[in-house]
């Protein structure tokens, strides 16, 4: 038995999913159950690109996947040579149990252009730009940084594809929710999307309508598909972009909205979304879904809060109760973080991952 758990905690992981997060998340948790009811055998694709110090970040990212995913997971993995052994020593020590399979690539760029798109941003970050030209077989695809955590099924933001209209590509979430502290709101000189921008963290791909479309864009009248559109757009905004293919991203997706769809902001909530004080009010409603740890936070003492979240997931071991191994632990850590802004709103961090561990002993209970 755990022991220590506040009586808190143990009401909240007995909730009910309406007490936890209303009527509109019971009817958004209806629709996924119905879109993984209709899809049962359906892969998930996930990709991600880790290239220097992010081996271990993005290995946790993976055992994260893997703890609460129900469908079986395909992963993607860009990485630079010298990570390639370590990748496979420690993904093939995993107990998958037949759920995932995984896929090694080198980092590779169009060969005329190799240098430049490696030099921006940061090394290797544009690669995901031209996943829909390497994964060619691939139909849809998570695009996801080294620094996400899931703490809800990948299932679960998968099943967005399914809520995708005729003219939508891609999902992501915006840059910021309250524009007084919008960066591309105040100061990006290139176009981004919507009001404050979207963020490039965590992007749900419909591959297939992606290399099928043609985009309109400010270069010429003259439609372009994906393939043809992102050296032009580097060439003409790489004096002033910031963020590299995020912005990008946002360019492309300015002179096409209607191409977008955009989750809420607990599908990547980064430290904006809890250092200035609260403003996602999706995650103090629901819970934290997808934690993204961006500025490194999960390595410095910044933002203990996330960094307590992070090293719960990396220490936990397969097969080990997730109460007391995971959940339990987690809880006196958050505590210890109440004199931060983020850890104020340490329930958040805790909400969504108690119900999913719940969610999965439930399961196990019906075989």
Not at 136 to 163: C, E, M
Not at 338 to 365: E, N
Request: net charge positive; charged share 25%.
């Amino acid at each position: 038995r755990c022991k220590n758990l506040s009586v808190s905690f143990w009401n909240s992981y007995w909730m009910l999913p309406s007490d936890v997060c209303g009527m509109n998340c019971f009817w958004e948790a209806a629709f996924r159950y119905d879109y993984m009811k209709t899809h049962p055998s359906e892969k998930m694709h996930l990709a991600v690109v880790a290239c220097g110090e992010r081996l271990e970040e993005t290995v946790t990212m993976l055992r994260s996947a893997i703890i609460f995913s129900i469908k079986p997971l395909q992963f993607h993995i860009f990485a630079e040579d010298q990570l390639h052994k370590s990748f496979k020593d420690i993904l093939d020590d995993f107990p998958y149990q037949g759920k995932v399979n995984y896929t090694l690539y080198p980092i590779t760029f169009p060969t005329e252009s190799a240098t430049e798109w490696k030099k921006l941003f940061k090394p290797c970050a544009s690669q995901r730009l031209f996943l829909p030209l390497i994964l060619k077989n691939v139909d849809s695809l998570l695009y996801v940084d080294t620094d996400i955590l899931f703490l809800r099924p990948v299932d679960d933001i998968w099943s967005f594809l399914g809520q995708f209209n005729s003219t939508q590509i891609a999902a992501m979430a915006p840059e910021h929710e309250e524009p007084r502290i919008g960066w591309y709101n105040r100061f990006a000189r290139h176009p981004y999307y919507g009001v404050t921008g979207i963020n490039s963290g965590v992007m749900l791909m419909n591959m297939t309508r992606i290399r099928r479309k043609y985009f309109k864009n400010d270069m010429t009248p003259v439609r372009l598909q994906w393939g043809e559109i992102l050296m032009p757009l580097l060439k003409k905004y790489k004096l002033n972009i910031t963020w590299g293919d995020q912005d990008l991203l946002n360019i492309m997706f300015f002179h096409n909205p209607e191409s977008l769809y955009v989750f809420p902001c607990q599908w990547n909530y980064r430290p904006d979304h809890c250092i200035y004080g609260s403003n996602c009010k999706e995650a103090e409603e629901e819970g934290i879904f997808i934690l993204h740890g961006n500025r490194g936070v999960y390595h410095d003492d910044k933002q203990p809060t996330f960094r307590a979240v992070y090293e719960a997931i990396k220490n936990y071991s397969f097969g080990d109760d997730l109460v007391c191994s995971l959940l339990q632990p987690l809880e006196v850590e958050l505590r210890k973080t109440m004199h931060t802004y983020c850890g104020r709103v340490y329930r958040v961090f805790i909400k969504q991952l108690t119900k999913s561990v719940r969610d999965l002993y439930a399961r196990r209970s019906k075989g």
